[in-house]
T-cell receptor, first 112, second 116 residues
Framework: EDQVTQSPEALRLQEGESSSLNCSYT??????LFWYRQDPGKGPEFLFT???AGEEKEKERLKATLTKKESFLHITAPKPEDSATYLC?????????????FGKGTRLSVIA | KAGVTQTPRYLIKTRGQQVTLSCSPI?????VSWYQQTPGQGLQFLFE???????NKGNFPGRFSGRQFSNSRSEMNVSTLELGDSALYLC???????????????FGNGTRLTVT
């Protein structure tokens, strides 16, 4: 069974204090790993897709990396507006179009 | 381009009632997926529709059903509501056909269902 585990569950950072969020996954062949950001009262907002080990994607203060067993979301010099829940999801390789399996997320709070 | 639209935003129902939620995908997106989000379980996959056909189904009881119309709009229905059905129901659309299997999901802001 495909599984995604995110850690930590919650993270509190001072503004400017860089850190990383972890997403460990078990999947029978990876088609893609996705990162989303979710603000309170809203749906998840797509950030990145990673397809193979060694791949990296960047967007503003966020950088996502991928290995064969886990992905990291690095946050450099975060600002209060980066406060949100960050969700990781995997899609298994299949002949069809398999659904995404999500982790439970990391709730990030950035304090000014 | 308009995003995924879900209606209503909030619903309060009583145990035993049924409810219908609606989702309008991004224009041009033919795949619609539904997820249930709760604090304890996170996002759990309900079902996916593509070209009016259910393509995938999650591990939910038969009280949960859905359909997709020819314009790609989708509805999900929950019958005989239980207290445990209280959750945020999220709809997501994507370009995904067989040739676009990696296209990301784009989510709406959900319908918050409370069952009393």
């Amino acid at each position: 069974e495909d599984q995604v585990t995110q850690s930590p569950e919650a993270l509190r950072l001072q503004e400017g204090e860089s850190s990383s969020l972890n997403c460990s996954y078990t999947v029978s062949g990876l088609r893609g790993l996705f990162w989303y950001r979710q603000d309170p009262g809203k749906g998840p907002e797509f950030l990145f897709t990673l397809y193979s080990a060694g791949e990296e994607k960047e967007k503003e203060r966020l950088k996502a990396t991928l290995t064969k067993k886990e992905s990291f979301l690095h946050i450099t010099a975060p600002k209060p507006e980066d406060s949100a829940t960050y969700l990781c999801a995997v899609q298994a390789a299949d002949s069809g179009n398999t659904p995404l399996v999500f982790g439970k997320g990391t709730r990030l709070s950035v304090i000014a | 381009k308009a995003g995924v639209t879900q209606t209503p935003r909030y619903l309060i129902k009583t145990r035993g009632q049924q409810v219908t939620l609606s989702c309008s995908p991004i224009s041009g997106h033919r795949s619609v997926s539904w997820y249930q989000q709760t604090p304890g379980q996170g996002l759990q996959f309900l079902f996916e529709y593509f070209s009016e056909t259910q393509r995938n189904k999650g591990n939910f009881p038969g009280r949960f059903s859905g359909r997709q119309f020819s314009n790609s709009r989708s509805e999900m229905n929950v019958s005989t509501l239980e207290l445990g059905d209280s959750a945020l129901y999220l709809c997501a659309s994507s370009l995904s056909g067989r040739e676009k299997a990696n296209s990301p999901l784009h989510f709406g802001n959900g319908t918050r269902l409370t069952v009393t």
